[in-house]
C-alpha cells in the first residue's frame, strides 16, 4: 500500500493517485496558458473548417458539417492530447528530468507510475475535448445535454492513446522517436476515423481497416451524443466499439508496464 497526498493509506488499486495528483499540482502553475490554447484551437477549427470548408460541403449526414466535424474532433482532440502527454512529456519525466526514477525510490511500483502516467494523459484529454464542447455551445453548434455524455466517451479515447503513448514511450531513445508514431499511426488515424468525413465514402478495404482502429469507434460513440442524434445510433455504435476501446486500453497497459520494467531495469 503507499500513502497519498493527505498521508491516507491507499490500496494497491489506487495506489496510481499519487502520481496523478504530482503531475496535477505541476500542470497548475502553467494552467491558463494551457487552457488558453485549448479553447483556441477549437475555435480556429470550427471557424476555417467548419464555415469555411462547410460552406462548400453543406450537409453530411442531414446535419450541418460545422457540427459533423465538432463531433468528431471531440475525440480526436482527446486522442491529441493524451497521446503527446503520454509521449513527450512522460519521456520527459522518465529520463530528462528523472521523476520517474525518483519515484522509484518510494513504495510506487513501475505499474503505478505508468497508470498515473495514463490517467493524468486522459485526464488532459478530457480537458480538452470539453472545450471544445464549451467553444461550440457557445458558438450555438452543440444544443442537446446529452452533449455533455460525450465526456466519459472521451476519456475512454484519450485512456487508450494514453496507453500506448506509453507504449511508444517506454521504446523511445530520442524524442524523434514519436515523430514515427504521429506520422504513421496517429495522423492517419485521424484521416481515417471519420471525424472529417463519413466513412462510407470510402473504398471498402479501407473502411474495414478503420473499423479496427479505436478512433473510429470513439467517433461513432460520441458523434450521435454531440448531435442530439436518436438512441438508435448510439446502441449500433455502441456494440463492438467499447470492446475494441478497451480491449487497446488493457492490451496497452500491460505493454507499458512490462517495457518500461525492462527499460528501468525493474
Not at 514511450?169 to 495522423?187: I, K, M, N, R
Not at 463492438?240 to 517495457?259: D, E, M, N, P, R
Request: charged share 10%; aromatic share 10%.
Amino acid at each position: 500500500m503507499n500513502r497519498g497526498s493527505q498521508g491516507r493509506v491507499l490500496p494497491a488499486a489506487l495506489a496510481w493517485i499519487p502520481v496523478w495528483q504530482r503531475n496535477l499540482l505541476v500542470w497548475r502553475k502553467m494552467a491558463a496558458a494551457s487552457l488558453l490554447g485549448q479553447f483556441g484551437e477549437p475555435f480556429l477549427y470550427l471557424i476555417a473548417l467548419g464555415y469555411g470548408l462547410g460552406g462548400l460541403v453543406g450537409q453530411i449526414e442531414g446535419m450541418p458539417y460545422v457540427l459533423f466535424l465538432a463531433s468528431g474532433i471531440v475525440c480526436s482532440s482527446a486522442m491529441f492530447t493524451a497521446s503527446f502527454e503520454g509521449m513527450y512529456s512522460a519521456f520527459t519525466r522518465m529520463t530528462v528530468q528523472g521523476t520517474w526514477p525518483a519515484m522509484l525510490a518510494t513504495p510506487l511500483t513501475i505499474r503505478d507510475i505508468v497508470i498515473g502516467e495514463a490517467v493524468w494523459a486522459a485526464t488532459k484529454g478530457v480537458f480538452s475535448a470539453t472545450c471544445i464542447l464549451v467553444v461550440a455551445a457557445i458558438m450555438g453548434i452543440v444544443e442537446h445535454w446529452s452533449a455533455l455524455a460525450a465526456i466519459p466517451i472521451a476519456f475512454a479515447v484519450a485512456l487508450c492513446f494514453a496507453s500506448i503513448a506509453l507504449v511508444v514511450t517506454a521504446l523511445a531513445s530520442s524524442y524523434d522517436t514519436f515523430l514515427f508514431y504521429t506520422t504513421l499511426g496517429v495522423t492517419p488515424m485521424m484521416m481515417l476515423g471519420g471525424v472529417f468525413f463519413p466513412l462510407q465514402r470510402m473504398p471498402e478495404l479501407v473502411q474495414t481497416g478503420a473499423q479496427l482502429l479505436p478512433l473510429t469507434h470513439g467517433v461513432a460513440l460520441a458523434r450521435p451524443l454531440v448531435t442530439g442524434d436518436t438512441p438508435a445510433s448510439l446502441l449500433m455504435a455502441a456494440g463492438g466499439g467499447i470492446g475494441i476501446i478497451a480491449a487497446y486500453t488493457v492490451a496497452s497497459l500491460y505493454l507499458a508496464v512490462a517495457l518500461s520494467k525492462r527499460r528501468l531495469g525493474r
